[in-house]
Structure formats: C-alpha cells, structure tokens
C-alpha cells in the first residue's frame, strides 16, 4: 500500500527485472528503517512480468519508451516526496544504505552519491575494463568541472526534490548519472559521498553495453560544458 502523502520517494528503473523487483522491494521494505516513502518503479515495457510482480508488490507504476534516463526523469517528476532516491533493480545495491544517504539529506545536503571508491565502499559487479572507464571518466569530470569526485557512473542517490530545476535534466539512457553529477557540481549543490557497496546483479541480463554506453557518457561530459 502507497503512502499518501511520502517523504521520501524511491524511484526503480526497470527493464524486464521480472526475477528480481520482488526482491529489491522487499528488501527496501526490510531495510530501510523509515515508514514515509513511496516507491515508483519506472517501466521501459518490460515484456517480462516486472510491472505485474512491481504492482503486486505495492509500488506505483510509470511507463515510457526505452532509456534509463527518461525513465528516471520521469519517476523523478512523479515523485511527490520532498527527497528522492534512485535505485536499481537488480539487488545490486544495499537498501540499508538509503538510511545513510537520509541521515546526510537531513543535515544538509542537497544531494548524496553512492561511491564505490572510497573507504567502506566497493564492488564485486564492475568488470576491469568499465572500472578503468569510469576512473577515466571521474578524472576527466573532476578536471573539467573541478569537482571532488571519486565515482560516477553509478546510480544510487538521494537528493533533495527541489533540487531537481536547476538539474535540468535531459539523458535519455545510461548519461544521467553523469549528468546529474556535473550539474550538481555546475549548480553549486552541496554534495556529499558516501560508501557503497555494489552487489552482483542477482540475476537477468545486463542493459549496458560498456563501449556504445561509454560514448554516450563521454558525449554527455561534453555536452555540459555549454550548459
Ligand atoms: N526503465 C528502464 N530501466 C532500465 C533501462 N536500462 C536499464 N534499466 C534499469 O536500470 C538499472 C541498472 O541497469 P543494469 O542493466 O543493471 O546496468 P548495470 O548495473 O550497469 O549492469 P550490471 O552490472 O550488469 O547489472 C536496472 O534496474 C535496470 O533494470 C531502460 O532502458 N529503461
Ligand atoms: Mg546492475
């Protein structure tokens, strides 16, 4: 059963994640220590039974053509809570930790990254060639837009809603949390890390293809510039 009136919304992307949403709601349900969210799942139409199991499981539906990032986009606008989190499907990353990121919202920042790179932090999904990537792709944002940051292409946030016009958000797929980074930094947010610890993706396949994804995060780190 939805909260009428949330805090806090959790948005889920999803695409064909039939084996895994259950799980993923539930655990949030186990873990999170708080009782005022909602939670959004973000539908590509799966052809799987994901948003059958989503509904069943309580949570509100959104649909939209293929993308990560309009997805998020939309769950983001849907979202009536005053923070939103963003997380994935696939139990990949702990729920317990949303406890944290809320613990930084409530004193003071406007948004808070998951980092699987700092201290307390790390992954046993990320395969050598997209951890190499994306510390390139950390260096070279940290240089343009003179940010701190220690990772980036890696979904799990909280932020506060309002937050979200200066965002300005425009990714389609798998740029948005690039996106989101840079132009927290370029909006002067206060920004925190905290660790994170990514989990293998329990089962289904993967949607990100690391080469045509790594252009489109490259191109999304270019773009920004003129924004
Ligand atoms: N709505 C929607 N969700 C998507 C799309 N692509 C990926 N997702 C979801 O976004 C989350 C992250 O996608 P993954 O495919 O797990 O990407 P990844 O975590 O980089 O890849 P793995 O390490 O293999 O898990 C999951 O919850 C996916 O179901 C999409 O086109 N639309
Ligand atoms: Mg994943």
Same mark, same amino acid.
Do not use: W
């Given at each position: 059963m939805q909260n009428r009136n949330p805090r806090i919304s959790i948005v889920i992307p999803t695409l064909n994640e039939e084996k895994n949403i259950r799980k993923t709601i539930t655990a949030i349900k186990k873990r999170v220590? @708080?009782? #005022?969210y909602e939670i959004i799942v973000s539908d590509s139409y799966s052809s799987d039974r994901t948003i059958e199991y989503a509904k069943a499981a309580g949570a509100k539906i959104i649909r939209s053509k293929h993308g990560k990032g309009l997805a998020l986009r939309l769950g983001f606008a849907a979202s009536k809570g005053k923070i939103i989190v963003s997380i994935d +499907? #696939?139990?990949?990353?702990?729920? %317990? %930790?949303i406890n944290l990121m809320m613990s930084a919202i409530d004193i003071g920042y406007d948004i808070c990254m998951g980092s699987r @790179?700092? +201290?307390?932090g790390g992954s046993e999904d990320i395969s050598q060639i997209r951890r190499m990537g994306n510390k390139f792709f950390v260096f070279l944002v940290n240089l343009l837009y003179n940010a701190n940051y220690t #990772?980036?292409?890696?979904?799990?946030r909280a932020f506060r809603k309002d937050v979200l016009k200066k965002l300005n958000l425009k990714s389609e797929g798998f740029g948005i949390e690039t996106e989101i980074s840079i132009m927290a930094k370029k909006s002067n947010l206060n920004i925190i890390e905290i660790p994170s610890f990514e989990k293998i993706r329990i089962s289904g396949e993967s949607n990100l293809k690391t080469f045509r994804d790594g252009y489109i995060i490259l191109k999304t780190i270019i773009d920004c510039i003129s924004r």
């Amino acid at each position: 059963m939805q909260n009428r009136n949330p805090r806090i919304s959790i948005v889920i992307p999803t695409l064909n994640e039939e084996k895994n949403i259950r799980k993923t709601i539930t655990a949030i349900k186990k873990r999170v220590t @708080f009782k #005022d969210y909602e939670i959004i799942v973000s539908d590509s139409y799966s052809s799987d039974r994901t948003i059958e199991y989503a509904k069943a499981a309580g949570a509100k539906i959104i649909r939209s053509k293929h993308g990560k990032g309009l997805a998020l986009r939309l769950g983001f606008a849907a979202s009536k809570g005053k923070i939103i989190v963003s997380i994935d +499907a #696939d139990m990949s990353n702990r729920p %317990e %930790e949303i406890n944290l990121m809320m613990s930084a919202i409530d004193i003071g920042y406007d948004i808070c990254m998951g980092s699987r @790179f700092i +201290a307390g932090g790390g992954s046993e999904d990320i395969s050598q060639i997209r951890r190499m990537g994306n510390k390139f792709f950390v260096f070279l944002v940290n240089l343009l837009y003179n940010a701190n940051y220690t #990772d980036l292409c890696y979904g799990y946030r909280a932020f506060r809603k309002d937050v979200l016009k200066k965002l300005n958000l425009k990714s389609e797929g798998f740029g948005i949390e690039t996106e989101i980074s840079i132009m927290a930094k370029k909006s002067n947010l206060n920004i925190i890390e905290i660790p994170s610890f990514e989990k293998i993706r329990i089962s289904g396949e993967s949607n990100l293809k690391t080469f045509r994804d790594g252009y489109i995060i490259l191109k999304t780190i270019i773009d920004c510039i003129s924004r």
